[in-house]
């Protein structure tokens, strides 16, 4: 009985972690385990307003323009730096939320408002499931995510951005 209670307490501590940081109930029920009544009970407690709802966005929407596709890249990097081997097969909610908090301070808090943690959440489930892709430039050497769904080309955002400046 106590190993239930001690698991509970667990699954609610990282549920508080990841509704601070806004993430939305779908995903903070993937990954606590959570009801999603109890998340959105618990995200208006601590937010004062109801959790947004709709659906969550995939790479393919994420992927907007050659800067926004260039911060995810290196989001990503920073959240496989941090997983290890593992970080390529399932989304870790601990390590999601480091690696976003380390990303947010990379780049800066008002850079990294677009690539919120339900965004972060979405494109790393995504990769892990082959749905969008992680190739390695030829010219330079950097890693970046794609999506045949997107409106960006299927090339390096980090060259663009440099034959652009």
Known sequence: ???LCLERHRRVDLALALVE?????TPAHVLTGLPEA????LYRQI????????????????????RRQAKISVYVAVYLGLAGEEGSRHVDARMLI??????????????????DLTAAWSVLREFQSGISRRPCCR???????ISETADV???CPFCA?????
């Open 1 to 3: 009985m106590a190993v």
């Open 47 to 66: 937010h004062g307003r109801s959790p947004t709802s709709g659906s969550i966005p995939s790479t393919g929407h994420l992927l907007t323009s050659r």
């Open 153 to 155: 080309p299927l090339s």
């Open 98 to 115: 480091q690696s976003h908090d380390l990303f947010k301070e990379l780049i800066g808090v008002r850079q990294a408002e677009e690539i």
């Open 38 to 41: 109890e998340l959105r009970r």
């Open 21 to 25: 940081r806004k993430l939305r109930t």
């Open 139 to 145: 010219e330079c050497g950097a890693w970046y995510i």
């Open 161 to 165: 951005l440099r034959r652009r400046s």
